[in-house]
């Protein structure tokens, strides 16, 4: 079955740190870019970073330059989203993405809320 399992979000405070997994299976997952989006209440789903294939480089979008990192494990599937000084604007689902020519798979997210 080809899927995409988000874990790791959770309720934090600001300043705070969480690092957030996707687990891969079904697909050729060393093939494919992969990608963070987030979604927050009443927003469209925006991209947060993305990684190519061998994982030789990365991509992020403005509001996380800094404060977080991508990566990812061909060996064991997996991609990562490691987030320091969360800001309450951070509060959103976050999806896992996986893209290969035509070919995209999406996860059903994990909800981090950034709040004291």
């Known amino acids: 079955q080809v899927q995409l399992v988000e874990s790791g979000g959770d309720l934090v405070q600001p300043g705070g740190s969480l690092r957030l997994s996707c687990a891969a299976s079904g697909f050729s997952f060393s093939w494919y870019a992969m990608s963070w989006y987030r979604q927050a209440p009443g927003k469209e789903r925006e991209l947060v970073a993305n990684?190519?294939?061998?994982?030789?480089?990365?991509n992020y979008a403005d509001f996380v330059q800094g404060r977080f990192a991508i990566s990812r494990d061909n060996a064991r599937d997996m991609v990562y989203l490691q987030m320091n000084n969360l800001k309450p604007e951070d509060t959103a689902v976050y999806y896992c993405?996986?893209?290969?020519?035509?070919?995209?798979?999406w996860g059903r997210g994990t909800l981090v809320t950034v709040s004291s």
């Open positions: 990684i190519t294939s061998d994982g030789g480089a990365t």
């Open positions: 993405n996986a893209e290969w020519a035509a070919y995209e798979v």
